[in-house]
C-alpha cells in the first residue's frame, strides 16, 4: 500500500509546484519559480495559508497591487526565462478573479506559460449565494471563473481534493509544451482549498518535463531546400518562434550561407542584431522600407517561427510577386500552413541547421545582395535623421527619445514595451543589440503591460538593465507595480512620454475619417495633472527632462542609478526631418462605408484603393 501524507488542498497544491521542473538541452529549470498574490477572502485561508506552510522556502510569495498586473509581471519573466520558467498568480473570488482575463488573454496569445490559481465559489454550496458570486439560474455550476475558458489553454475547476491530482499534472503538461503553452487555470473553490486529504507521497516526488525540440520530416526538409534553390528573391521573416527556440546562432549560420536577408515581426525583432549585413529590420505595418520592398518582390517568403498576422502580412497586400510561395517553419502545424504554405514542421533551431547543411553551399545571387545592403544602408541614414536631427535644446519628438535612450544603452539592457505608438517607431528605428533586448508584446498590444512586465523580466535577470517605456495614456492606465518594484528594491528604469492623450489611436482616427475624436486629453491647467509627481508619490526617484539635452543626461542618470528611477517627459510633435518615416505598408482598419463628413470620405475612397490589392494566397 502506497504511503500517504495528510495536507490541505492548497498545501498539496504548493508542495507539488515546488517540486516541477523543465529540462531542455540538458539544463533543468524550475517550471513555478515563485507565486504572486493578492489575498481576499477566496483564497487567504487556502493557498494564503499554503504559502505561509512553506514559510517562503519551497515557494517564494511575490506580493502585487493589481491581478492584472500581476499576469503581466508573471509574463515577463517567463518570456526572459525563455517559456522554461514561470509564475504562478493566486486571487481570491469574484472582481479578483475576473482581473486575471485580460493578462491571461495577453499570455496564451502570445504562447508564453503562466499558471492562474484563481478562487471559486464553495463547491459544497453550504449557503448560496456567497459574497461574490455570480448567480447564473439556468447553470449551477457556472462562477465568473469561467470568463476564463476561452483564454485559457488549459482550465479545470478542482470541486473534490482528489481530482486536484491529474488536473496539476495536465496543467504542468500544457504549461512545458512550446506549442500548447499560454495562460493554465486551476480555479479553486475556497472549501476545497482547506479541505484535507490524504495524498499518495509519490505525488510530491521531482518531475521533470521535457521540453521538446521535434526534428524536421525529411520528405518536407527536402522540400524545401528544393524551394530555397529555385527562389530568386527569397525573404526569411524572424517571429518569435526564433526566440524561444534559442536559434538564433542558427539563423545567423543560415543567413550568412545563403545570403538570405532577414526581416523580423515585432516577437522576432532582435533575432539578428541590428548591425548583421543579412537584418533588414522590421516587417509590415511597422516595418522599414527595406524588409517591405523586399516582400513585395519576394518569390520565396521563409516564414520562420511567425504566426503572420495582419500587420507582418500588411493585411494581406505586401507580397505582391505573383509567382510568391510560403514556406512555413514553425514548430506548430496550425501556423506552418497558412498563407497555403510549404510546411517545415520542427523546432527552429533544429530546422534551420538541417536546412543549412542540406542546401550544400547554395548561395543567393550576389547582386541580390548588393541590393539590400544598399537599401539597408539608406535606411540607416533615415535613422540617424530621426535620432538626431533638430535643436538639442528643443524638447524631444518620440524619436528623439529613442534617439537618446539609443545612445547610453548597451547590448545588456532591455526595453519592454506593448501598445500605442511606440511600438511602430520602435520596430522601424530601434537598432537591437542583443536576443533579448527588445521586449515588445504586440501579439495582444495590451496598454498597461509595460511596467509590471519590466518587473517580471528584472526578476528574471537581477543585475540586468531593464527599461519600462510609455505613453502618458499607457501610464495611466496601470501604474500600481512601481510601488512593488520601489518594496522589493528592484531598479527598473521607466520613462514616461507625455504626449497629451493616445497619440497613435488619434493617429488611426484622423486617417479613418474620426477626426481624432475623444484621443487627446484635455488640458485642464498647469500642474492639474502631474504624472512626474505621481510616480514620486509612489516610492520612484523622478528626472524631468524638457529638452533633448535634459533628456541624454537624465537617461544616463537613471541608467546608473541603483534605486527605481522614472525619466519624465513632454514630446512634441515632429517635422518632417524630425519625425520617424510613415508607415511603409497598409494596415485593414475598415472605414464607414456611408459619411457625410468630407474626412471619412476621403478616408473611404483611399480604404477601397488599398483593399483592392488584398489577395489570398493558394
Known amino acids: 500500500m502506497s504511503r500517504t501524507t495528510r495536507l490541505t488542498t492548497a ?194 516526488a521531482e518531475r521533470v518535463w521535457t521540453v521538446r525540440r521535434p526534428r524536421p520530416d525529411r520528405t518536407e526538409l527536402e522540400a524545401a531546400a528544393d524551394a530555397v534553390k529555385a527562389a530568386a528573391r527569397p525573404l526569411l521573416i524572424a517571429g518569435g518562434g526564433i526566440r524561444h527556440s534559442g536559434a538564433q546562432a542558427e539563423l545567423a549560420a543560415f543567413a550568412e550561407a545563403t545570403g538570405i536577408p532577414v526581416a523580423s515581426t515585432q516577437a522576432g525583432k532582435g533575432a539578428l542584431p541590428h548591425d548583421h549585413p543579412a537584418d533588414v529590420g522590421g516587417i509590415g505595418h511597422t516595418g522599414t522600407a527595406t524588409a517591405n520592398a523586399l516582400a513585395r518582390r519576394a518569390d520565396l517568403v521563409i516564414a520562420a517561427g511567425t504566426r503572420l498576422t495582419d500587420f507582418t502580412t500588411a493585411s494581406a497586400t505586401l507580397f505582391e510577386d505573383p509567382a510568391v510561395r510560403f514556406l512555413g517553419l514553425n514548430l506548430d502545424p496550425y501556423d506552418a500552413h497558412k498563407l497555403a504554405a510549404r510546411p517545415l514542421v520542427a523546432d527552429a533551431r533544429e530546422a534551420l541547421g538541417e536546412l543549412a547543411a542540406l542546401l550544400g553551399g547554395h548561395r543567393v545571387e550576389s547582386g541580390y545582395t548588393a541590393a539590400y545592403t544598399a537599401a539597408k544602408a ?151 495633472v502631474d504624472l512626474a509627481a505621481n510616480a514620486a508619490s509612489l516610492g520612484m526617484a523622478v528626472i524631468r527632462a524638457h529638452t533633448v539635452r535634459d533628456l541624454r543626461e537624465a537617461l544616463a542618470e537613471a541608467r546608473a542609478a541603483d534605486r527605481p528611477t522614472c525619466v519624465y517627459t513632454r514630446t512634441r510633435t515632429p517635422d518632417t526631418v524630425s519625425g520617424p518615416p510613415s508607415a511603409q505598408a497598409w494596415w485593414d482598419v475598415p472605414v464607414a462605408e456611408t459619411a457625410t463628413r468630407p474626412s471619412a470620405i476621403e478616408a473611404r475612397e483611399e480604404y477601397d484603393r488599398q483593399a483592392a490589392q488584398r489577395r489570398r494566397h493558394l
Request: aromatic share 6%; hydrophobic share 45%; proline share 7%.
Open 11 to 204: 498545501q498539496a497544491l504548493i508542495a507539488f509546484l515546488a517540486r516541477q521542473y523543465t529540462e531542455r538541452d540538458g539544463r533543468r529549470h524550475r517550471l513555478i519559480a515563485a507565486t504572486w498574490g493578492i489575498f481576499g477572502h477566496g483564497n487567504v485561508a487556502g493557498i494564503g495559508q499554503a504559502l505561509l506552510e512553506t514559510g517562503g522556502k519551497d515557494m517564494p510569495f511575490l506580493q502585487g497591487r493589481n491581478e492584472q498586473a500581476m499576469v503581466h509581471a508573471a509574463v515577463g519573466y517567463a518570456r526572459h526565462s525563455g517559456r522554461l520558467s514561470a509564475h504562478a498568480v493566486t486571487t481570491s473570488i469574484g472582481p479578483g478573479a475576473t482581473n486575471l482575463v485580460t493578462g491571461a488573454a495577453l499570455a496564451t496569445v502570445n504562447r508564453i506559460p503562466v499558471l492562474l490559481l484563481p478562487g471559486d465559489t464553495f463547491a459544497t454550496r453550504p449557503a448560496d449565494p456567497v459574497l461574490q458570486q455570480l448567480e447564473v439560474p439556468w447553470a449551477g455550476d457556472v462562477s465568473v471563473n469561467d470568463t476564463l475558458r476561452p483564454v485559457s489553454r488549459y482550465f479545470d475547476r478542482i470541486t473534490r481534493p482528489e481530482a486536484l491530482v491529474p488536473a496539476a499534472l495536465q496543467a504542468m503538461r500544457v504549461l512545458s509544451d512550446p506549442v500548447a503553452t499560454g495562460a493554465v487555470t486551476l480555479a479553486l473553490p475556497q472549501d476545497v482549498q482547506a479541505e484535507a486529504h490524504d495524498w499518495p507521497v509519490d505525488f510530491f
Open 378 to 528: 539608406d535606411w540607416e541614414r533615415r535613422v540617424d535623421l530621426a535620432f538626431h536631427a533638430g535643436d538639442p535644446d528643443a524638447a524631444p519628438t518620440q524619436a528623439q527619445v529613442l534617439g537618446a535612450l539609443d545612445a547610453v544603452v548597451t547590448g545588456d539592457d532591455v526595453l519592454v514595451n506593448a501598445a500605442g505608438s511606440l511600438p511602430g517607431d520602435l520596430h522601424k528605428l530601434w537598432r537591437t543589440r542583443s536576443p533579448l533586448q527588445y521586449h515588445v508584446e504586440y501579439g495582444y498590444s495590451c496598454m498597461g503591460y509595460e511596467i509590471p512586465a519590466a518587473l517580471g523580466v528584472a526578476l528574471a535577470e537581477p543585475g540586468r538593465p531593464v527599461w519600462a517605456l510609455v505613453g502618458d495614456g499607457t501610464y495611466l492606465m496601470n501604474p500600481t507595480e512601481l510601488a512593488t518594484a520601489v518594496q522589493e528594491g528592484v531598479p527598473l528604469k521607466l520613462v514616461v512620454l507625455d504626449n497629451r492623450g493616445y497619440a497613435s489611436i488619434g493617429g488611426l482616427s484622423e486617417a479613418v475619417g474620426g477626426e481624432r475624436l475623444g484621443t487627446g486629453f484635455r488640458d485642464a491647467g498647469p500642474g492639474a
